[in-house]
């Protein structure tokens, strides 16, 4: 199987995005034996920070070196200090000091990415939509799955993955507000297919390529009315062409569970943390659903 490239974004935040591209990562690699890249582009760091102990994140990214900042400050500047080798972080470090699922690696994130907006203007298209393409791309073949972890907006460093990736992932969270942003963000993905697809190259096309609920709590008809809601809106975007007809809800949702928010005080994706709650057995299923879904899509 060729390299899967996936952007998880949402201008929303509170969607439950890095818990998805972490846990399904960790899953793919400790489960599935799966080589996967996470590629965090949050000035946040949550990606990183998830998976990396904090003294350890800063000082590997200390002053944005060996960061995916450094991948944007080079394009900015003109220069060449991004080494992948030196930056990308293998496995992660239990408390112990041990190295679980060494198959899962981390390109992290560091705060300066705050900055790339300030002077990415000065570039133009097709160079500005190009930067990651032209950095990692000797390197996405050594991975089954590539996942880029994107900031909630629609800014350049997001659109340099929606340009580089097969498909766009999208976590959402089943309530009126996510629903109205889902279809401004499904048609502004389907705008810059057709705006910017030629100049940005022609290896990918961004399309939405499915959507995660995350935060589902089976009380009540709340949930259940929002996700009927959504299907109506998926189907409806269908019809108008601006999602593929092979685009739908990955099963299952991913219900509200303590156990992955106390997974990321821990540093550890909650395949390792509690594997035998309700949260790593529901990301168990979707990564297995994820798998047969994204096998069978071009």
Known sequence: MSTKVLAFINFKGGVGKTACAVNIAATLAKLHEKKVLVVDLDPQSNSSLWLMR???????????????????DDAIQGKERFNFAESVVKGVVTWTGFVEVPQLHLLPASVELLKV??????????????????????????????????????????????????????????????L??????????????????????????P????????????TGNVFRLAINELEIMLAELRTHGILETNVSLLQPFIRHCVRVA???????????????????????DLTQNFLTHFHHKR
Not at 59 to 66: N, P, Q
Not at 263 to 279: D, N
């Open 54 to 72: 904090p003294d350890q994140w800063r000082e590997h990214v200390a002053k944005g070196r060996r960061s995916t900042f450094e991948i944007f």
């Open 117 to 178: 907006e300030d002077r990415i203007h000065e570039l133009r298209a097709p160079t500005v939509y190009r930067i990651l393409e032209r950095a990692l791309k000797d390197h996405l073949g050594a991975y089954d799955y590539v996942f880029f972890d994107c900031p909630p907006n629609l800014y350049s460093t997001t659109k340099n993955a929606i340009f580089l990736s097969d498909s766009c992932i999208v976590p959402y969270i089943p309530d009126y507000l996510s």
């Open 180 to 205: 109205s942003g889902f279809q401004v963000l499904a048609e502004y993905i389907a705008e810059l297919r057709g705006k910017y697809t030629d100049s940005a190259g022609d290896r990918r096309h």
């Open 207 to 218: 399309n939405v390529g499915g959507v995660i609920v995350s935060h589902y709590r089976q």
């Open 262 to 284: 106390e997974s990321t005080s821990e540093h550890l994706p909650v395949v390792l943390y509690a594997p035998g709650c309700i949260g790593a057995q529901d990301y168990s």
